[in-house]
């Protein structure tokens, strides 16, 4: 199969320099356009890999993202989100960066290059064949990501890919990859751009998704969140109003006392 990095393709547009901040902005919103329609292209490879997840958690498993620079970045704040929004084990969704937790704020050179670093890490959380481990990589060539995926693949540990290039090595790495193509960036390149877009909807889709049939939703509302700040505690008080027939001042006493909607909705006796 031919392998073509459509994600550093030249710019269809040239002479940035030279334009407006209006058709810098509307340049930039067009492109941004096309990434949920690539991302529509996807959803048969989006729902096998959500499909894997789901099996593996349901089960015991853990998911772990795993990637370098913007990448890196985006699966950790996929991961991090889970907690507080589904009220799930900080362990449940992990993510991985290469270079470590520095490299969440700062670029670490050729840390991405490092080609047992990742297997390494994955270690230090125990990693086992009850987990599913997603490489996540926009050129779909990242050292670090690919040599990780293979060594998972030898230990009989589920894997799957997001990148943004057709039958890129690590698609072929893989055992579910998906690919999001997007085509060439604004700015040649920089594939934080619609590349780091497509992967966060993709990874918006596996989480929530996969949360979802875990049953940490009930009907459309996140009654498993964390109350960790005030918008969040009127959230769940309206949520119990609304649930419950009941006014603020009981759906408060009932969220203090029972520290969940859940909890609260199932232990409410009027």
């Known amino acids: 199969m031919t392998f073509t990095k459509t994600t550093e393709q030249d710019s269809k547009y040239n002479h940035l320099e030279k334009m407006t901040v209006s058709q810098l902005l509307t340049n930039i919103n067009n492109e941004d356009k096309t990434v949920p329609l690539a991302v529509e292209q996807a959803l048969p490879q989006i729902e096998k890999l959500t499909q894997q997840i789901v099996e593996k958690l349901k089960t015991g498993g853990r ?50 290059d490092a080609t047992n670093q990742g297997w390494l890490d994955l270690q230090e959380h125990a990693i086992s064949h009850k987990d599913i481990v997603v490489g996540i990589a926009a050129s779909g060539t990242t050292p670090y990501v690919i040599s ?15 990148s943004c290039n057709k039958n890129s090595p690590l698609s072929s790495t893989a055992q579910f990859p998906i690919e999001v193509v997007v085509g060439p960036e604004f700015v040649t390149g920089s594939s934080r751009m619609k590349a780091g877009t497509a992967q966060k909807l ?66 409410y006796k009027p």
């Open 63 to 112: 998911l772990f993202y795993i990637g370098a620079g913007t990448c890196g970045r985006l699966g950790i704040l996929d991961a991090s989100e889970c907690p507080p929004t589904f009220g799930v084990p900080h362990e449940l969704v992990v993510g991985l960066i290469a270079g470590g937790d520095y490299a969440i704020r700062k670029a670490v050179e050729f840390a991405e």
């Open 148 to 162: 990780t995926l293979e060594k998972c693949n030898e230990n009989n540990i589920i894997t799957g890919s997001i």
């Open 202 to 267: 993709v990874l918006n889709m596996l989480s929530t998704a996969t949360m979802i049939q875990l049953g940490k939703v009930k009907g459309n509302k996140m009654v498993d969140m964390q109350l960790s700040n005030n918008k969040l505690v009127d959230r769940g008080e309206k949520m119990l109003v609304a649930a419950l027939n009941i006014d603020q001042t009981t759906a408060s006493t009932l969220l203090q006392k029972f520290g969940s909607v859940r909890n609260a909705i199932q232990n």
